[in-house]
């Protein structure tokens, strides 16, 4: 998926932010949308939200992944930023919660030997985060997607995986959920919030 393709994707998904769910991005994203749209509060303590939806692993997670936020250094293809929130379905923050994040490259193959595009990261004291990564391709049977494993701490382990607006593949995947699309701002990078 080239830049210009994102960049375009990035209107579709600035609609679905106004719908609510957890494809609601923060407050920069809505800002940039072109189309004028009503901008979506961030959700602050207290606020009732709705839980990200668990999806299966897949057969290529590896455990123990090395600690790192860019999991894409020295891998070809388009540079992704992802950015974020961990919280709870009241909204509140979940100060270090663990992200652990698994995709394949721009060809659509994992790295199952090694640890090219895995890592973790843990979110900050306001259960934010920020993801650089690559656009993955696609494989067979696959829309496109990134895996991850969320955990609070103290908490369950959320396991489920993101998806790309605008993708045509999106509708012949039966494990995409729209919930779980990322939301993409005009410059390029990309927001979510786990509610978990
Ligand atoms: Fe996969």
Same mark, same amino acid.
């Given at each position: 998926m080239s830049r210009r393709h994102l960049l375009i994707a990035g209107g579709a998904a600035a609609a679905a932010v106004a719908v609510g769910g957890c494809t609601r991005g923060d407050d920069r994203s809505s800002q940039r949308a072109s189309a004028p749209l009503k901008e979506t509060p961030g959700c602050v303590d207290g606020d009732d939200v709705e839980e990200t939806p668990a999806q299966t692993a897949g057969p290529f997670f590896t455990p123990n992944s090395p600690e790192r936020?860019?999991?894409?250094?020295?891998?070809?293809?388009?540079?992704?930023?992802?950015?974020?929130?961990?919280? $709870?379905?009241?909204?509140?923050?979940?100060?270090?919660?663990?992200?652990d994040v698994w995709q394949c490259d721009a060809q659509g193959t994992y790295d199952n030997d090694g640890f090219r595009l895995r890592g973790h990261?843990?979110?900050?004291?306001?259960?934010?985060?920020?993801?650089?990564?690559?656009?993955?391709?696609?494989?067979?049977?696959?829309?496109?997607?990134?895996?991850?494993?969320?955990?609070?701490?103290?908490? @369950?382990?959320?396991?489920?995986?993101?998806?790309?607006?605008?993708?045509?593949?999106?509708?012949?995947?039966?494990?995409?959920?729209?919930?779980?699309?990322?939301?993409?701002?005009?410059?390029?990078?990309? $927001?979510? @919030?786990?509610?978990?």
């Open positions: 936020a860019n999991i894409a250094d020295g891998v070809d293809g388009d540079t992704l930023v992802i950015t974020g929130t961990i919280v $709870s379905s009241t909204c509140e923050p979940h100060a270090g919660a663990l992200l990261q843990f979110a900050d004291d306001e259960g934010r985060f920020r993801l650089e990564t690559i656009v993955p391709g696609v494989y067979p049977g696959r829309t496109r997607h990134i895996h991850v494993r969320v955990q609070p701490e103290r908490g @369950r382990i959320l396991t489920t995986q993101l998806y790309f607006p605008g993708e045509a593949q999106n509708a012949r995947d039966g494990l995409y959920r729209e919930e779980c699309e990322l939301s993409m701002a005009d410059d390029g990078t990309a $927001s979510f @919030r786990f509610v978990v």
